[in-house]
């Protein structure tokens, strides 16, 4: 196949729009900064906390709509052992937003935390957060992989350039807008790539279901002709691993720093909400075409394409499968505008990781250990170098495995089985502490390593109920194992919490040994509740009192 110079040509003009729009945007970011009372870091990571709604969603929805959204729904749809019942982020992102815009939302907003982190530092202190910060680095590090994979894929198949090429281009420009604007850049160019991104889906889809090549989707769905039938199934040993999987993207997703960034740059709590129901509306809506794709794909004799057999899953392809399904099943034109949903998906959720890592380790690493007294000059530097080093370490990434489920699964599973429950503990639980935080951590790491992982080649030790081979003979864990150690994690968390309260605050271990100062701590803790408590109370008796009388 030549090299598809009309497609270059679009591709160019894409890149020169969101470069266009992220300079702008770093202009208007380098005006609000003089503005803004919170200075220029404030600016950079939450553009002074000044995001109107309309914007938030649109950026919201476009860091969790990203290239692994898009192509791994079409590839878990089109593979024959999985099917739609398998294809789970949109139903589970929405169940995301709900408890994140109900009950997170509140906690984090009203606070005004600059980071996710913030909240454990304030509790914990920053060496014990600064090994909590390990896990939220490393997910958003493989958040640019998985987005970055998807694009390289998508290009090389549909534009015939080569790999490394679409990776590195895709990179650089990501890079450079998000150092240039902060959030600022990251927001508005989110609402231009998420406009493309519904567009352009939905503009393929009429083609692909009308395609010569393919049957009814209808026929398809429950019936055997070229494949298994594309809906799928659950069968009974399988539903732990259901649910377990669904669980995952539900609630990892809400230990994600790029998730509170969003809420965090609102004006408000209650604009934060919104931001957080209009968005799960809108990932709903944008899952359907990827679906579409691998139900086309599954229900299409690629003897009669000029793909020819083997099927795509036969040549281990089905994670390119939404770009060959544009390539052999639609007009030439329309699969470039197909390649351009995907360029706008991986760019939106690229720039969302940078700056996010960025945040967590100039604000809470930087900023809080290494250097305190960093001016805000030194900040701005900072998160740059920390983006540029980000962005190399994903991009390398990328040359060690072509699939994008693997990176998903893989980030959001470290930020499921270790950071969910750390979060949950340190906003809703006063009694947590220092103590019952490490045993946690360490508990859930430990358990989550020894369990195993047959997408990159980590070996079983623990074997939970049900588990077995799966359809590629590889030991599977069916049990919801990821569930049950972050619910260990939790209780654990909670139980020695306890436990280290009881030991110190009955004088059983002597108080030189509490590192993590949990009775001082426990007493400021007290003392600002009882503080707010005697301010409500006189708020309440001020607004009982009878209003004196005035002459006129």
């Not at 404030?42 to 929805?61: C, H, P, Q, S, Y």
């Not at 000029?306 to 099927?311: C, D, K, Q």
């Not at 809470?364 to 998160?383: G, L, P, T």
């Not at 639980?429 to 080649?457: D, M």
Request: glycine share 8%.
């Amino acid at each position: 196949m030549a090299l598809n110079v009309p497609g270059l040509v679009v591709m160019a003009v894409f890149y020169v729009m969101i470069l266009g729009t992220g300079i702008w945007a770093s202009v208007r970011s380098k005006k609000e900064e003089k503005k803004c009372s919170g200075g220029s870091m404030e600016v950079t990571l939450l553009a002074g906390r000044k995001i109107n709604l309309l914007v938030g969603i649109f950026t919201l929805t476009a860091t969790w709509v990203g290239g692994g959204f898009i192509l791994g729904i079409a590839e878990a749809t089109y593979n024959p052992t999985l099917g739609a019942v398998w294809a789970l982020m949109p139903v589970p992102y929405v169940l995301t937003f709900f408890i994140g815009g109900f009950f997170f939302v509140k906690p984090m907003r009203e606070n005004n935390y600059m980071t996710m982190m913030d909240p454990f530092q304030r509790k914990y202190g920053n060496v014990l957060s600064s090994a909590l910060i390990f896990p939220a680095l490393v997910a958003d590090v493989l958040w640019v992989a998985r987005t970055l994979v998807s694009l390289g894929g998508t290009m090389k198949v549909i534009l015939d350039l080569p790999y490394i090429y679409s990776i590195i281009i895709s990179s650089v420009v990501a890079i450079v807008y998000t150092l240039l604007g902060g959030l600022y850049s990251v927001a508005y160019t989110d609402v231009i790539q998420l406009i493309l991104i519904f567009v352009s889906l939905w503009v393929c889809v009429p083609f692909l279901l009308t395609n010569p090549h393919s049957v009814d989707i209808s026929l398809t769905a429950y019936n055997q002709t070229f494949q298994d039938p594309w809906v799928g199934s659950v069968e009974l040993n399988e539903a732990g691993k259901w649910f377990d999987d669904f669980m995952l993207l539900a609630l990892g997703g809400l230990a994600y720093q790029a998730f509170y960034q969003r809420i965090l740059s609102s004006s408000s709590c209650a604009q934060a909400q919104v931001t957080c129901f209009a968005s799960s509306a809108f990932c709903l809506v944008l899952g359907i075409p990827s679906v579409l794709v691998g139900a086309v794909a599954a229900s299409t004799d690629w003897n009669s394409t000029a793909y020819g057999l083997p099927t795509p899953y036969e040549r281990n392809d089905a994670g390119s499968i939404l770009p060959l399904s544009l390539l052999h099943l639609t007009p030439t034109y329309v699969s470039v505008i197909g390649i351009g949903a995907v360029a706008a998906a991986v760019m939106s959720s690229m720039d969302s990781a940078l700056l996010s890592s960025a945040s967590l380790f100039s604000a809470n690493i930087y900023k809080n250990i290494i250097r305190k007294q960093a001016s805000d000059y030194e900040m701005q530097w900072v998160i740059r170098i920390s983006v540029v080093v980000v962005g190399l370490a994903g991009t390398g990434l990328t040359f060690l495995d072509s699939s994008v489920l693997v990176f998903w699964l893989v980030g959001v599973d470290m930020s499921y089985t270790i950071m969910f429950s750390q979060l949950v503990c340190v906003l809703f639980f006063k009694i947590s502490n220092g103590y019952g935080a490490i045993v946690g951590y360490v508990l859930g790491f430990v358990l989550r390593v020894l369990s195993g992982e047959p997408l990159i080649g980590l070996p079983l030790v623990i074997k939970f109920p049900g588990c077995r081979l799966n359809e590629e003979g590889k030991l599977t864990q069916y049990f919801p194992f990821r569930t049950f150690i972050m619910v260990i994690s939790l209780v654990s968390i909670i139980l020695f919490s306890w436990l280290a309260s009881v030991l110190f605050n009955k004088g059983l271990l002597p108080e030189q040994w509490d590192v993590f100062d949990i009775k001082r701590n426990q007493k400021q803790t007290n003392g600002a509740t009882a503080d707010l408590d005697n301010q409500n109370n006189e708020d309440a008796a001020a607004a009982r009192r009878p209003l004196s009388t005035t002459r006129c």
